[in-house]
């Protein structure tokens, strides 16, 4: 039975199986590969690109889904997290999708054995289907390969876990990777930091911007944000002509993270990666469900 805690637990061919099947769903439609097939979805964590991520994939794929919302679940009962899936499990579902605040959730839901998990983000430490669609797009972007190229990740990285799963798997695709952040937001690492966006503008590929998490600070991290804005947004004016890959994982903030201006720049290519989302998880979900 295989799992997606993290990318880690796909081996670089299955990486590449994964690319492969992305890019040809998106080219045409497949045939209905998971029409016996049912997921239930398990959401501790609000969610809007995910969730209908994940429903949208199964479907076109033909599978079922299943929600449960455990704000209205026995969750609120008191029931525990293992109980509760084991109850779900019980009903033979092909594969259970959990979002969940804490970073070993989906680990130990896995490690349980009873049915394929598959992590849509755990607290701060990964968010693997985003990492994918994030390499897939940029793979299609540059034609084919992101070794060598430059990405500068910037805003709250130490508490994204797209940050984290991104930082492992760009990574092993041969990318170099950046960081750019005020001291609150930057996490324990070994790649080269930067405070100021402007020392990287000329070295990049592409950018990925990221939302200040307030739900994940305990303290107040700014008195507003425009002092934030001021140093981070990305903006037409700090992006000039050059020839820059722009992402986020949304939702984004609207000129704290990114100008208005900028959102509708062809340069960024946030719908593109929304859209691209549907392709690699029809892709995830062949691989976990029908290949393994
Ligand atoms: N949607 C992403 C996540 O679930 C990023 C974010 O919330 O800022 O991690």
Redesign the pocket.
């Known amino acids: 039975m295989q799992h997606l805690v993290d990318t880690n637990d796909f081996s670089n061919a299955q990486i590449t199986q994964l690319l492969q099947d992305a890019k040809s769903f998106k080219a045409h439609r497949p045939p209905q590969l998971l029409h016996d097939k049912l997921l239930i979805t398990l959401f501790f964590?609000?969610?809007?690109?995910?969730r209908s991520s994940f429903e949208v994939a199964a479907k076109r794929l033909g599978a079922s889904v299943v929600h449960l919302d455990p704000s209205r679940s026995s969750a609120k009962k008191g029931e525990s997290l293992e109980d509760t899936f084991a109850n779900l499990c019980a009903m033979e579902p092909d594969g259970i999708i959990v979002?969940h605040s804490h970073n070993d959730t989906p680990k130990i839901l896995a490690n349980m054995q009873s049915t394929p998990v598959i992590n849509?983000?755990a607290g701060n430490y990964a968010?693997p289907t985003?990492a994918l669609l994030d390499l897939f797009t940029m793979v299609e972007h540059f034609g084919g390969n992101v070794e060598g190229k430059t990405i500068a990740i910037v805003g709250?990285i130490v508490?994204?876990?797209?940050a984290s799963s991104g930082i492992r798997l760009f990574r092993r695709m041969g990318m170099n990777i950046l960081l750019v952040a005020p001291e609150q937001f930057m996490p324990d690492s070994t790649l080269k930091q930067y405070k100021n966006l402007e020392d990287v503008m000329d070295k990049v590929d592409v950018i990925m911007s990221?939302?200040a998490?307030l739900e994940r600070h305990e303290k107040e991290l700014f008195e507003d944000y425009d002092d934030y804005a001021s140093q981070y947004c990305i903006s037409k004016k700090r992006m000039g002509d050059r020839k820059i890959l722009l992402l986020h994982?949304?939702?984004v903030m609207r000129n704290i993270d990114i100008s208005d201006e900028m959102l509708e720049d062809p340069r960024c290519q946030v719908l593109t990666q929304v859209k691209n989302g549907v392709f690699m998880r029809m892709a995830i979900l062949k691989l976990l469900l029908l290949d393994s």
């Not at 508490?159 to 797209?162: A, C, D, E, F």
């Open positions: 964590e609000a969610s809007t690109r995910t979002r849509a983000g968010h985003q709250d508490s994204s876990r797209v990221l939302r998490q994982p949304g939702p």
